[in-house]
């Protein structure tokens, strides 16, 4: 009598062999991000020299347009096409730069709207819809800002991934610090952006890079001065 079942070491052996032919998972180097002296570099040659945050706006959106485009990021020839980021289809700095770019655009309308209620001696009784706006556009800072962190994490060196971490919180303790609410919560952002800064300057071999982490850091203490001074009225320290 014939046997109709299948040679089971026939269809392992098969089996096997489509593994052994399936390529080998690429493994892909880490990207540098070089964070901090990015956006310096970009603020110093854009407007934010003399505070002009239209004009750094204006020139992280142009950047971002540039990089839709190289990226093919885009619907036909210059609609950007809104999607999130995946881990594993960042193989290039420049997807890292999508996303700091955006939260540098977003954190630069923040700080527009602010000079302008500044300039017309407005300060402390803005316009609520105003400060609406200004305070979403902090708001959508952070979240690119925890984008970048989670794309960081996974395809940036180590320093990188820290650099995004203290931008991160930097720009969490800002938007706390527009809110005027939970004092403590952005005292320990700022706190944290500060102890990273501190210690990638450490780290740091070059001169310029320790001088640009711990610059960070001087720029912070006055906020966590203010924090701390709001939670010692509080009751809370």
């Known amino acids: 009598m014939a046997d109709d079942q299948p040679d089971v070491m026939e269809v392992d052996l098969t089996q096997e062999a489509v593994e052994e032919a399936a390529p080998a998972p690429v493994q892909l180097s880490p990207l540098p991000l070089n964070l901090l002296s990015t956006i310096k570099t970009a603020q110093a040659e854009n407007?934010?020299?003399h505070g002009d945050y239209m004009r750094y706006r204006k020139h992280c959106?142009?950047?971002l347009q540039s990089l839709y485009k190289v990226l093919k990021m885009q619907h036909g020839r210059t609609k950007y096409q809104k999607r999130k980021l995946d881990v594993h289809n960042v193989?290039?700095?420049r997807h890292l730069y999508v996303t700091l770019f955006s939260a540098e655009r977003a954190w630069a309308y923040a700080m527009e709207l602010?000079?302008?209620a500044e300039a017309r001696?407005?300060?402390g009784r803005v316009d609520p819809r105003k400060r609406h706006h200004l305070i979403g556009r902090l708001a959508k800072a952070v979240q690119w800002s925890s984008e970048l962190v989670r794309l960081a994490a996974a395809r940036s060196d180590t320093r990188g991934s820290l650099e995004a971490e203290a931008y991160c919180a930097w720009l969490?303790?800002?938007l706390l610090l527009e809110r005027e609410s939970d004092w403590e919560v952005a005292l320990a952002k700022f706190s944290r952006a500060k102890?990273?800064?501190q210690e990638l300057a450490k780290a740091c071999g070059e001169l310029e890079g320790q001088s640009l982490c711990l610059a960070q850091v001087e720029e912070m203490e006055p906020n966590i001065r203010y924090c701390t001074y709001r939670i010692s009225r509080a009751g809370g320290a």
Do not use: I, N, Q, Y
């Open 61 to 63: 959106a142009s950047r």
């Open 114 to 116: 602010k000079r302008e």
């Open 91 to 93: 193989t290039d700095v």
């Open 121 to 123: 001696g407005e300060a």
């Open 47 to 49: 407007g934010l020299r």
């Open 172 to 174: 969490g303790g800002c």
């Open 195 to 197: 102890k990273l800064w």
